[in-house]
Structure formats: structure tokens, C-alpha cells
């Protein structure tokens, strides 16, 4: 089977160099970091730290190089989904397309340039150190599932699944994955945000009792709009926040959007907190602190202007 | 008459030059910084800008030199005053003590340590720019009254009244200053936050329809607090963020908490948006976005940590 990993940023290199190791996927890259092409293309796509890995793959910058694929894994920034989905779109006429991205609103983007869509939701994580190179700072399970308004077929998304997962990348098939998305979706938008307006790691945000008191009360309301959804969670989100807070796993961890803001990037507000917000108006659920945490996350943005 | 302004930041130093400027008053001036202390003693409190005013007063950091005073004036900043008030409630023995702070919760302080109050909120504002000189910003109206628990008498507040504003500082004594006190506190724990959190001046603050929707739900969970303390608003705080808005007024002026914030200076939250949520929960009304500021900024602060 061809894959296309559309985003090779940390998410997308580790999907892209594990499956590489397989004999039986042909693996693209899809970015437009040319530098990161080139020394994919002529030293391999190292990962190094959770698994040492090298995949060898085809990068490009060219949309139009990109031959039909049976499979896409989406992993760009949320806010750059339609716009590299737009350009791939050709290879995957008869082919299905995953996001493995944060938050929610990205399977709906995708939907509006592809037929067969797949619902996913990682947990694995890293950050590139150097064109080519990236770090593979944590392990961890992958869900997939069909995209509810244009799904791809199940036996496709358990054969993505299944190369994902003799990969090395544990990935499950479910009939609804939205339980898990949210669960992590609910999980970024109570913390991230309030490392990013605070400039605390993230073990600092989840020590301080005030602080924490505000971390759950935006858990409710995420807890509240998947609820008018019907939407399943699989855990609770706020043993992934005890879990993350511990001293061994993420205490001095800056939340990826505390790195965005420190750096002055565009953040995901839109695709975290902004979701949240978004669903809830759609499904009559008021979400005043998610809405606060948006307006202030985007009003940092502008200050940069 | 003998008074004795405690705090002579900016705008103490407002109420202490102009004060100075009458016959029949005598004016002292506490303050810890000896710099300015010895400055304001050896060449006058000069104040430049809006008003030009010499004031010749004493000066002094140590609080056994004060002799009686029939009124006190005080002006750190809130979390000061009990500290400031202790060292010279000496001097008030006799006398009635009137904040001129932001917030609320300063008169609550004052009271653990002088038998007569003084509630006051004051409108003009100004910046120390060297040791003994005040810039004088803008202009504006004071208005005092009783502090309920622990009244000054109406003839003295009346006193106190008509002599500032003989020394060109307008002040109104009226029997319940609560109004325009939760009016200045409303607006101020509104926007100052908010332009702290962002890193946005005061109009940029205003202009973006969705940061001035959170302005605007912060201030009705405010008027919802005052309204439970049977306390009628004397305007409405909008109209001061319509006007602080405005190009020419303080569209570029960033906010004193922002000063504080990109200072790592302490704020006064506890006495803006901490006040709100306090007096909230004393009267039963539920105040989770003043409650959502005041733990963001107090984030802030543990992290210069």
C-alpha cells in the first residue's frame, strides 16, 4: 500500500519513519520545509530517544509528484489543514484520508476536499531538532475511526490500523472515535491555554489548587458539550492532567502553545478552546470559560501585530 | 488643618502638592523611598503635565515623626495599606484616615488600625518620573463618604472635601460613595487584567468585538455584585471603557497592571478582580470569570517564581 503522511512535522515523522520499516507501504512525505525534504530524501528520516528509528521514504515539497495513495495522514498544524489538504488532494481520489491531529474541526476540513475520510486521535509526541532529525519524546496509542458524515470504509480504516500497529505504532480501530478525541481535545484545552497566559510548565499549572480549580472548570464545560453530542469519553480527562502533572512525566513540560506564544507562532486556540466553544454553540451548550481562554489566547496573538 | 498623605506614589503625591498649595493647611507625606523623601524635602513635590504645581511639605520614611494629623490621606498600593496604615495610626489618633486607592477592601484594611474612615475613589492619575517629580496625567473628580462599619464624621469628610478641592483636586462628600467606588472598580478589574494577560494597550483592548465581549461579561458579573450589596452605580462602568477607548484619551496607554506585569512588579489583583469575586461570594452571587482573572494573574506572578 502507497501512504501519504501530508505534515511531516514531529507527529507526522513518526508515523511516516515507523511505517517506512514496513516491506509491504510505500511511504510519502508531504511538506513544504524544503530543507527537511532534501535531507529526508538523502539521509533517511531519523527519529531518536523513545525508539531509534531511520525510514526511508519520499519527501516532496510538489504536490504534484505525489502519486494515487491508498491511505493519507494528515498531521500539519490545525490551522493549515485545508490549505495542504487542497493541494494533495488528487492522490487521494480513491483513497481515504486520517487526521492525527490536535483538537476538533480537522476531520471537517479534510471532508471538504476528500470522499473517505478517518477520524483519529495520538498520543505519541516529539519535536524536530534539525531538518531530517526528530526527537521521539513519548510513546503512545493511536485511535482511529470513520469520520461520521463522509466516512471511509471500516475495513480500510482496520487496515490502516493494522500498518500503523505492526509499525510500531499501537493503533485501534473503533466504530466511534470521537471518545477519545474529546477526551484529549478536553485535556489540551484546560491546560494549554493556561500555560500559555501564565507562563507556567505544566506541573506548576496542575499543583497550584486555584489554578487547577480553573483547569476543571473548563474540563465541565468539554465534559458538557461532548455530553449534548452523545459522545462517549473513554477516560475521565482529568487523570490524563494528574497523570501529566507528575514530576517524572511532564512537570517542567512547557505546553506546546506556552512554546508557540514564547515564539510568537500562530497558535491551535481555534482547533482547542475555540472548539470546544464552536461544538457548544452548535449543540446549545454555553461555554464562558473556554470563550474567555479563546479571546484572551487570540488577543496575545494580536499584540504581536 | 494637618494632613498626612501615606503613599506618596503618583497620585498621592497628586493630593500632596496640591494640598500644599493652602495656607491653613499643613501637609506631611509618608513614604518609604528615601530618595524621593530627601528629594521632596530639599526641592519641593514637583508636579508637571496637566497642572504645574511646586508643593513644599515634609517628607519623611520614619513613621515617629509625624505629629497629629487630623485626616490621613492613603495612597500606596492596596496591598500595602494594612503595613503602611499600622506604622502611623499614631498619628490618627484623633484624626480620620480616607483611601484614595483602587479597589476594594483598602477601607476594610485601614479600619483594622484607625477608628474613623474615610471611603474615597479617586480619577486623576499620574506617574512618578524621578525621585520628588510627578507627572500629572489627567484630571479628574474625587468623591468620599463614610466608610459604613467605622465612620468619619459627615462634618469632617465634608472638611477634608472642601479642602482638596480649594487646592484644585474636585472633590465631592457624599453619604454613600459606594457608587462611583464600584463604578472605577468595575471598569478597572474589566480591562486593566485583560491588557495585562495580552500584552494589549487599553484600546486595542476595546476595538476587537470578541475581547470587548469578555470586557463586558466582566463587567456585568461586577454590577451583578454591587447590585447584591443594594449599591446603585452612580454611571455605568461602560461609559469609562467607551471613553478610555477613545484615540486621543488612552488607546496607547497600557494598562497599570500591564506596567506591573511587564515589571514583575506584584499587581493590586487581589483588590480588583480578587475584590470582586470576594465581596461575590459574601453576597451569594457567582463570579467564575472575575474568579478565572484573578488566578491567571496570580499565575503570572508564580512565575517569575
Redesign the interface.
Known amino acids: 500500500m502507497r501512504v501519504c503522511v501530508v505534515g511531516c512535522g514531529a507527529v507526522g515523522a513518526l508515523f511516516a519513519a515507523n511505517l517506512a520499516q514496513l516491506d509491504d507501504v510505500e511511504v510519502w512525505a508531504y511538506d513544504v520545509w524544503r530543507e527537511h525534504v532534501d535531507a529526508i530524501n538523502s539521509n533517511g528520516l531519523t527519529l531518536t530517544g523513545a525508539g531509534e528509528v531511520v525510514g526511508r521514504l519520499r519527501a516532496t515539497a510538489d504536490p504534484a509528484e505525489i502519486q494515487p495513495c491508498e491511505f493519507g495522514i494528515v498531521a500539519t498544524k490545525s490551522m493549515h489543514t485545508g490549505g495542504a489538504v487542497a493541494e494533495v488532494a488528487h492522490a487521494f481520489r480513491e483513497g481515504s484520508v486520517c487526521s492525527v491531529q490536535n483538537g476538533v474541526g480537522n476531520e471537517e476540513a479534510i471532508a471538504e476536499h476528500v470522499e473517505r475520510v478517518i477520524r483519529g486521535t495520538t498520543f505519541p509526541a516529539g519535536k524536530v531538532v534539525a531538518p531530517g532529525r526528530v526527537q521521539w519524546d513519548v510513546k503512545g496509542d493511536t485511535t482511529i475511526g470513520p469520520f461520521e458524515p463522509r466516512p471511509a470504509p471500516m475495513s480500510e480504516i482496520e487496515r490502516l490500523a493494522g500498518a500503523c500497529t505492526r509499525a510500531g505504532m499501537p493503533t485501534k480501530a473503533v466504530a466511534d472515535a470521537r471518545g477519545p478525541q474529546w477526551r484529549k481535545l478536553i485535556f489540551n484545552a484546560a491546560t494549554n491555554p493556561?500555560g500559555a497566559?501564565?507562563?507556567?510548565t505544566h506541573g506548576?499549572?496542575c499543583e497550584?489548587p486555584?489554578?487547577r480549580?480553573?483547569v476543571t472548570?473548563l474540563v465541565e464545560e468539554g465534559k458538557a458539550v461532548a455530553s449534548a453530542q452523545g459522545i462517549q469519553l473513554d477516560e475521565d480527562p482529568e487523570a490524563l492532567i494528574d497523570y501529566a502533572a507528575k514530576p517524572d512525566v511532564a512537570y517542567d513540560h512547557k505546553a506546546s502553545m506556552l512554546q508557540d506564544v514564547e515564539a510568537r507562532r500562530q497558535t491551535e486556540i481555534d482547533f482547542l478552546n475555540g472548539g470546544v466553544a464552536r461544538f457548544g454553540r452548535a449543540h446549545g451548550v454555553t461555554t464562558?470559560?473556554n470563550?474567555?481562554?479563546?479571546?484572551?489566547i487570540?488577543?496575545?496573538e494580536?499584540?504581536w501585530a
Chains 1, 2 share one sequence.
Do not use: E, F
Open positions: 493556561i497566559l501564565t507562563g507556567l506548576r499549572v497550584d486555584a489554578l480549580a480553573l472548570a464562558p470559560l470563550d474567555a481562554v479563546t479571546v484572551l487570540k488577543g496575545v494580536h499584540s
